[in-house]
């Protein structure tokens, strides 16, 4: 079997370190863990191929499509692939969660996230799973195109580095234990940083 683990955000260097690619850096600190093979080019995204020890196969996903039209590379690795929709995993920044908070969910709406909006779009369904990983809103007044795209600050970096350690913890559950086990660890109070 193969598992399709998917960051959302935008290519190009003016975006690293923003708010909005989160499940890019994800992505890039499971592949320095995993020490996997430099990143290609397939179906409008960079991909890399990882073996776990059971032998089963993950492809990690980062869409080159820019962040609303991520479901046209999600659609084309999912047929490519073959995947049933349980194993496919999508991470992304969320502003309805306070930073430092997580949300796994299996089956949801996009709830506003246009990256989301456009793989349930393509897909033709919701049935797959999210981790979503809380930026919180912005300040009173400010926009929330500018917040989104904003580079963390070094007080929020900090964070970051434990919204990612959390994030693989999440990811390894994902893929050891399987779904059900993922939601009921990363959604119980126990698991949130904040």
Request: include cysteine; proline fraction near 3%.
């Given at each position: ?30 592949a320095n863990l ?36 991520s479901g046209e ?122």
């Amino acid at each position: 079997m193969t598992k399709l683990l998917v960051g959302l955000g935008n290519p190009g260097r003016k975006y690293t370190n923003t708010r909005h690619n989160l499940g890019f850096i994800i992505i890039d600190a499971l592949a320095n863990l995993w020490r996997v093979s430099p990143f290609r080019s397939k179906f409008k995204g960079e991909y890399a191929e990882h073996y776990l020890d059971c032998g089963e196969k993950v492809v990690l996903l980062k869409p080159q499509t820019f962040m609303n039209l991520s479901g046209e590379s999600v659609q084309a690795w999912v047929n490519f692939l073959k995947i049933n929709k349980s194993d496919l995993l999508v991470i992304h920044d969320e502003l309805d969660l306070p930073f430092g908070r997580f949300k796994a969910q299996y089956s949801a709406g996009a709830a506003g996230n246009r990256g989301i909006q456009s793989i349930i779009q393509h897909l033709g369904h919701k049935e797959f799973c999210r981790l979503r990983l809380g930026i919180g809103r912005p300040p009173q007044g400010y926009d929330v195109s500018s917040y989104v795209l904003a580079k963390f600050s070094l007080e929020e970096e900090e964070i970051v580095e434990k919204i990612t350690e959390k994030s693989i913890e999440a990811i390894d559950c994902y893929f050891k234990k399987g779904v059900d086990s993922m939601l009921q660890m990363v959604n119980s109070a126990a698991f949130q940083l904040l």
